[in-house]
């Protein structure tokens, strides 16, 4: 059972990134994800989250309007789409998942992660 993360990299302020979470070993569609970002010196932080069906998504207000999550079962795959990012966005993103859960913002309940990808937002 595995999860990745990737699509991170440097991008001038203003620009997009799009994240994956990728999962190997077990089937997404059956769990909930999260993505969290934590930035150098300060503590882990949520980002987005959506449930099992994909009915109820969580932003937080700092990402609202600009991120987007989404689902590709037939991929296996999670996306994290990011626009309009800014360089208080500069963080490692990690994703989780979590099958005893519907939908959860907490990280402590999320049993699986990945390994992280570094997003740097800068001119």
């Known amino acids: 059972v595995q999860l990745q993360a990737f699509g991170g990299g440097l991008v001038q302020p203003g620009g997009s990134l799009r994240l994956s979470c990728v999962a190997s070993g077990f089937t997404l569609h059956y769990y909930a994800i999260g993505w969290f970002r934590q930035a150098p010196g300060k503590e882990r932080e949520r980002v987005s989250c959506v449930s099992i069906n994909g009915d109820r998504i969580y932003y937080a207000d700092s990402v609202k309007g600009r991120f987007t999550i989404s689902r590709d079962n037939a991929k296996n795959t999670v996306y994290l789409e990011m626009s309009s990012l800014n360089p208080e966005d500069t963080a490692v993103y990690y994703c989780?998942?979590?099958?005893?859960?519907?939908?959860?913002?907490?990280?402590?309940?999320?049993?699986?992660w990945g390994q992280g990808t570094l997003v740097t937002v800068s001119s």
């Open positions: 989780a998942a979590d099958q005893h859960v519907y939908l959860s913002t907490n990280p402590q309940q999320y049993a699986y």
